[in-house]
């Protein structure tokens, strides 16, 4: 189990901002916005690529524009994620879709996630996912499964098949990693930092990642877009912590 560096003090807070998270929302019916800590998860990853083209027909092209690479082509990634424990959530699945670029008209260095979708297994994950930062949750469902070698992540939605995401394990080091997300609320642009602390594979040898994409519209439209099945990059972490900062809107 993953414990976290911090002091005595901010365990405690973290240990009590679930039931006065809850009883907030009990009494006022908002959300409060506040840093999430994961203390406990498991991270698998597949950088694919895209036509660029249609990738821009994806994101909002008023405000967006998705990372162009060397070879011409965008970039999309598939994240499985499985939280076993954080400070104000029951455990919970997600897998996210993201393209990653920049902010149109916006003068920032930092590359953005910008997210097509983002289900999540649980509906207590996903009302304050929408309601406090804007993340487009929706409920699915996900599963894992693990062998020696590979982690296979299948996400199912309405009875169908989507997709299939399968990452090749590989050895860790300790690490840390910080990931700047896009979303919008009530159709404002919101900031937030997903920052990862624990053990990490990252590999930028093509091919440790394989997408199957199966029959439902939402993957139909990914493969419409070109996006190819083999990864030119992957990332594994078994054993890792994360802390999501509280959304910011975009100067």
Known sequence: ??????????????????????????????????PVHYLDMTLASGVFRLDAEQAAQLV??????????????ARCHVSALEYRNIDILYPYNELAITIPGRMRGVDRETELEYYLHLPVTTEDARWPGVEVFGFPKFLAAIDFQQS????ICSLGLAGQEVLRLQVSKGETTE?????ANL??????????????????HASDVPGGAKLHL?????????????????????????????LLSTPTKLQ
């Open 1 to 34: 189990m993953i414990t976290s560096k911090s002091s005595i003090w901010s365990r405690f807070v973290r240990a009590t901002k679930k039931p006065v998270w809850y009883a907030v929302h009990r009494l006022t019916g908002k959300r409060m916005g506040m």
């Open 183 to 200: 979303t919008f609320l009530q159709g404002e642009p919101v900031l937030s930092t997903f920052r990862g602390y624990g053990q990490r």
């Open 175 to 179: 690490d840390e990693w910080e990931v």
């Open 214 to 242: 199966g029959a439902h519209e939402m993957a139909q439209e990914l493969g419409a877009a070109g996006l190819e099945l083999t990864s030119v990059a992957h990332t594994y972490c078994p054993e890792m912590r994360a």
């Open 148 to 151: 020696e070698g590979e982690i």
């Open 60 to 73: 909002s092209k008023e405000r967006f524009v998705p990372s162009i690479a060397e070879d011409g082509l």
